[in-house]
C-alpha cells in the first residue's frame, strides 16, 4: 500500500489531492468521479464519509453529504468503496469527517476496518489535539498516519503539540472559516506555511477555499507541499448533475488545469 | 483549555481546531469575571432593574386543588423577554462587553432566546445576528418580528429541518469565519465547554431563589422540583439549588413528540444513545451509524436531538429522572393551566406542568411540587389555535 510518504519524496512538485464525499451524488457516479480524478492526476486523495451535521463544511460540502446520504451511502458501504479505488489504483487516501460516525462504529475496529480497506489516514474535523489521544493509539496501531489540522489562530505552543502528534503530512487551513470556494486566497497562508517549515520536515497541505490554478500555483510558491480542493470540484458534480459525461469531462479538465498549473510552477 | 468542561465522561469540545482558541479566550473570560466586583455588581443591578429579578414563586392554588398536590410555580415567564432565556443572555452580553466584543451571534429555537439575546444586543449597543432554522421562524414568526424590531438581523437557516440543530450548526459555521470579534452567545447548557457551565451560573440564580423563596414559604424544601429539558438550561438552573438536598426528587421531562414509539420526538436522555453533537459527548438522538436523528415537537425550544452534558450524568448518577411528555397532553396542560390559574405558559415549559397531571391520583396531598415555568406562551397562542381550534 502506497504510503504519503513515498508520494511526497518521489514528487518533485506540489501533489495535487482533490476533495470527494463518497456517494456523491451516488456511489456508481461517485466512483466514476474519483476514477477520473485519478486518472486525471490526483496524486492523492482526500475522501469524506457524509455526515448530518457537518459544522466544519459550508454549503457546497453540506449539498453533497444530503445528496450522497439521500442515495443511501452508509459508513459500511464507504468501506466497499475504498476498497474498489483501490483496487482501480495503489493512491493514499486520506478521510475527512466526523467523530460521531467513528464513535459509533467503535473507534478500534474502525481503524481496523478502514485501514484494511486502503485507507492511509483519518482526519476529524470536529476533533481538536486536545482529546486527539482517543483516536491515536487505536490509528496507530491499525498502522494509520495521524494527520490533524493547523489554523492561522493555532498559538505556536499549540502548532509544536499538533506537530508531535501529527504523521503523514499536517492538514493546514489557509483561512478562518469553513470549507468552500472562495474568489480569492485568504493572506494568511504564507504565514502558516512558513511558521510550519520552521518547526518541522513533515509535509504541509493546505486546503479550504482554494479554488482555481492560479490559487494553487500561488500555494506551492508560498512552499506548500500539497493542496486540497473541495468545495471548487464538489461544485462541478453539483452543476451538472443532469449530465454525467459533461461532470466528468469538467472535472477532468478542472484537475489538469490545476496539476499542468503546479508542474509549470515547479519547473520555474 | 484549563479545565476539561467534563461531567463524568460527558460533554468537553469536540470542535474544529480554528474554534479551540476562543473557546480558550471564553473560558479564560469566564472564570476571569464571574466574581470580579464590577461584573458582580452590574449584573446584579441589571438583573434587578432591567431583567426584573428576583421573580416571585407562586402557589398555583386552583391547579393544586385539580392535580390533588400543592404546586408552586417559579415565575421564570415574568423575566424580561418572557422567558428565562434573560438570565442567561445578559450575563453572556455583559461577559462580552467586558471581553471587548463588539458583535453577539445567537441560536433560536422558539425565538425565546434570539429575543432576550436581540434586547441584550440593543441595552449593550451590539450587533447581534440571530440564526434561526425556516421551519421555526414561520411557526414563531412573533419573535422574529420582536427581534427584528430591537435591531437584530435574524439569519434564516434552511439545512436539515430548519429547527434549532440546524441553527446551531450554521451559527458554528458563521463564528469560524468570525472568530476575532464576535461573541457567540450560546441559549443552552449544551454544545462545547466551557458553554455549559457558563449557562448553568447565570440560570443558577433560578435554583438559589426556588430554595430560598419555598424555604421562607412553606418552612420546608419541596418534594420534587420539575422542568421541561431541550437543551437544557432551565432545568439545570433550578436543580442546582437542590443538587445537594437528597430528599429532593429531581424531574426533567423532555419533548415526547407525537409518541415515543412513532420515533417523531425530542427525548434525548429518554431513548438516546450516547454520542457526539455541536461539541459535547452527550445521550443524542441518532440512527445505528451515528447520523443524527430528525426531531419532532409541538415546542420549538425542545425540538432538539442532544442534551446538556450534565443532564446526562445525573441520568446515570440517578440524581435526576427524565420522561417524556406527549404534544396531546401538553396542549391539555396548556389549557388547564390557562383555565385554572390565568397564565399562559411557553409550551416548552408546559411539557413539566403535562408530566404534574400524569400523577394526578398518585402523590399524597401534602406533597409539594416546584415547576419550572420557564417562559410565557404569547408566542405559541397560534400554534395552539391551530392544533385546538376555539369552539364558540
Not at chain 1, 473541495?230 to 451538472?240: D, Q
Amino acid at each position: 500500500m502506497k504510503t504519503y510518504e513515498q508520494v511526497f519524496s518521489e514528487l518533485n512538485r506540489t501533489a495535487l489531492i482533490p476533495f470527494f464525499v463518497i456517494g456523491d451524488p451516488d456511489f456508481d457516479t461517485s466512483l466514476a468521479i474519483v476514477k477520473t480524478a485519478v486518472d486525471s492526476g490526483a496524486d492523492i486523495l482526500e475522501l469524506g464519509i457524509p455526515f448530518s451535521d457537518p459544522i466544519a463544511d459550508g454549503p457546497t460540502i453540506q449539498k453533497a453529504d444530503i445528496r450522497a446520504m439521500k442515495s443511501g451511502i452508509k459508513v459500511k458501504k464507504t468501506l466497499e468503496f475504498i476498497r474498489k479505488i483501490k483496487d482501480y489504483k495503489d493512491i493514499p487516501i486520506g478521510l475527512l469527517m466526523y467523530y460521531n460516525l467513528i464513535y459509533q462504529y467503535g473507534v478500534e475496529r474502525f481503524f481496523v476496518d478502514f485501514h484494511q480497506a486502503g485507507v492511509n489516514s483519518v482526519l476529524v474535523a470536529d476533533m481538536s489535539i486536545d482529546d486527539a489521544d482517543e483516536i491515536i493509539p487505536s490509528a496507530k496501531s491499525a498502522g494509520l498516519d495521524t494527520v490533524f489540522i493547523v489554523t492561522p489562530n493555532t498559538s505556536p505552543e499549540r502548532m509544536k503539540l499538533i506537530v508531535s502528534k501529527t504523521t503523514g503530512f499536517i492538514y493546514t487551513v489557509s483561512l478562518l472559516g469553513v470549507t468552500g470556494s472562495r474568489s480569492e486566497l485568504s493572506g494568511m497562508v504564507e504565514e502558516l506555511i512558513s511558521k510550519l517549515k520552521k518547526l518541522t520536515d513533515i509535509p504541509v497541505c493546505v486546503g479550504f477555499g482554494i479554488s482555481c490554478a492560479e490559487h494553487a500555483a500561488a500555494i506551492a510558491r508560498a512552499g506548500a507541499d500539497g493542496v486540497i480542493i473541495g468545495s471548487k470540484i464538489v461544485e462541478l458534480i453539483e452543476h451538472n448533475l443532469g449530465n454525467h459525461e459533461k461532470m466528468l469531462a469538467e472535472i477532468s479538465s478542472f484537475i489538469t488545469e490545476v496539476k499542468n498549473a503546479l508542474r509549470i510552477h515547479s519547473n520555474l | 483549555m484549563k479545565y476539561k468542561g467534563r461531567f463524568g465522561d460527558y460533554g468537553g469540545f469536540y470542535v474544529p481546531e480554528v474554534l479551540i482558541p476562543v473557546l480558550e479566550e471564553l473560558e479564560e473570560a469566564f472564570y476571569r469575571f464571574y466574581q470580579d466586583e464590577h461584573f458582580v455588581t452590574e449584573l446584579a443591578q441589571l438583573s434587578k432593574d432591567y431583567n426584573g429579578r428576583p421573580t416571585p414563586l407562586y402557589y398555583a392554588r386552583r391547579f393544586s386543588e385539580y392535580v390533588g398536590f400543592k404546586v408552586y410555580l417559579k415565575r421564570e415567564d415574568l423575566v424580561h423577554g418572557g422567558a428565562h432565556k434573560g438570565n442567561n443572555t445578559l450575563g453572556q452580553g455583559l461577559l462580552a462587553k467586558y471581553m471587548g466584543k463588539t458583535k453577539l451571534i445567537a441560536e433560536t429555537g422558539a425565538g425565546q432566546h434570539g429575543l432576550a439575546t436581540a434586547m441584550i444586543g440593543a441595552l449593550l449597543g451590539m450587533e447581534t445576528k440571530i440564526f434561526m432554522g425556516v421551519t421555526d421562524i414561520e411557526r414563531q414568526s412573533v419573535n422574529v418580528h420582536k427581534m427584528k424590531l430591537c435591531g437584530a438581523e435574524v439569519i434564516p437557516v434552511e439545512g436539515g429541518t430548519g429547527t434549532l440543530k440546524d441553527a446551531i450548526n450554521d451559527a458554528l459555521r458563521y463564528w469560524t469565519a468570525h472568530v476575532m470579534d464576535t461573541f457567540y452567545l450560546f441559549g443552552s447548557a449544551a454544545g462545547p465547554h466551557p458553554y455549559p457551565t457558563i449557562v448553568k451560573y447565570f440560570q443558577s440564580c433560578i435554583g438559589s431563589e426556588t430554595r430560598r423563596q419555598i424555604l421562607e414559604q412553606i418552612g420546608r424544601l419541596p418534594d420534587m422540583v420539575v422542568a421541561c429539558v431541550g437543551g437544557g438550561s432551565n432545568a439545570i438552573g433550578i436543580f442546582s439549588g437542590f443538587l445537594n438536598d437528597k430528599d429532593v426528587k429531581l424531574i426533567g421531562v423532555e419533548a415526547g413528540g407525537r409518541s415515543l414509539a412513532s420515533g417523531k420526538h425530542a427525548a434525548s436522555l429518554t431513548t438516546g444513545r450516547v454520542g457526539i453533537l455541536h461539541g459535547a459527548k452527550a445521550y443524542l438522538l441518532q440512527d445505528s451509524e451515528g447520523q443524527v436523528n430528525e426531531t419532532e415537537s409541538v415546542s420549538a425550544g425542545l425540538d432538539y436531538p442532544a442534551v446538556g452534558p450534565e443532564h446526562c450524568l445525573l441520568k446515570d448518577t440517578g440524581r435526576a429522572q427524565y420522561v417524556a411528555a406527549e404534544d396531546e397532553q401538553v396542549l391539555d396542560a396548556f389549557e388547564l393551566l390557562c383555565k385554572k390559574e390565568g397564565i399562559l405558559p411557553a409550551l416548552e415549559s408546559t411539557h413539566a406542568l403535562a408530566y404534574l397531571i400524569s400523577q394526578k391520583g398518585k402523590l399524597n396531598s401534602e406533597t409539594v411540587v416546584v415547576v419550572n415555568l420557564s417562559g410565557r406562551g404569547d408566542k405559541d397562542v397560534s400554534i395552539v389555535e391551530k392544533h385546538r381550534p376555539l369552539k364558540d
